[in-house]
């Protein structure tokens, strides 16, 4: 597991930064992606190279710059010499009521989590099909049940489904390709008032939140134990997509 290059897109912070904790404490070798969280990610990296020496780097990029998507895997793979998993973890979320999407609003939302991922997945895909390698991709449950005044991020996260599916028919049987859609697992950095996080709750048969380590846990099993799965988005948001 230690000769493992697992690279996490917005690996910085929140539930990024807990499947980077989870996969190290496994064995393998990090590479934390950010784009303006520079301490965050370097933090992280010390903190994980204190535990295991030279087990983690940091790399930055803007994933909607696509010069910076091209040169982010050739610049691992110069540090690194391969990849092993790519964890499409990165995501812009913000509301964009119809009324006053701009295009920029889409660019970047479209961006960071569709474009980018369908970009670092080709090319990572040369070095993912010589390790027999997984790729994972963060989407959401809304990607099929609709969240008010966010027209662009659900379609964004809806094709980030079909790009899951339709890359684990076409890197089949050298690399799987799967996905993982949060519920409630994280409240917005701008957090709700009680009365509507209380709505939310109510929504979800375990009637709770669950933890960044649910996710984790998720992501660590589709890389080690999941060797005869491919094409296929496992929720884990307490039960909330069965209502």
């Known amino acids: 597991m230690n000769k493992r290059w697992v690279l996490i897109t917005g690996g910085a912070k929140r539930i990024g930064a807990m499947i980077a904790r989870t996969l190290h404490l496994e064995g393998m070798n990090l590479i934390i992606h950010y784009n303006t969280s ?3 990610a370097n933090n992280l990296c010390a903190e994980l190279n204190l535990s295991r020496s030279d087990s983690a780097i940091a790399i930055g990029a803007n994933l909607t710059d696509q010069s910076e998507v091209e040169s982010l895997i050739p610049e691992i793979i110069k540090q690194t010499g391969q990849i092993d998993a790519l964890i499409n973890n990165a995501s812009t979320f913000y509301p964009t009521p119809i009324e006053d999407i701009t295009h920029n609003d889409w ?22 099909r010589k390790s027999k390698g997984c790729i994972v991709n963060m989407v959401d449950i809304h990607a099929t049940k609709p969240l008010k005044n966010h027209p662009i991020y659900g379609p964004a996260k809806s094709g980030l489904v079909m790009l899951t599916r339709s890359l684990a028919r076409d890197l089949a049987p050298d690399v799987r390709v799967n996905g993982v859609a949060p519920g409630m697992i994280l409240w917005p950095e701008n957090e709700p008032s009680d009365e509507i996080k209380q709505k939310v709750i ?7 939140s669950g933890e960044p380590e649910d996710i984790a846990n998720t992501v660590l099993f589709l890389i080690t134990q999941a060797n005869y799965i491919t094409g296929q988005i496992i929720s884990v948001d307490g039960g909330r997509g069965i209502n």
Request: charged content about 25%.
């Open 107 to 128: 660019d970047n939302l479209m961006g960071t989590n569709l474009k980018a991922p369908l970009f670092l997945c080709k090319y990572a895909t040369p070095y993912l």
């Open 202 to 208: 109510d929504q979800i048969p375990l009637k709770r």
């Open 38 to 40: 520079s301490d965050d």
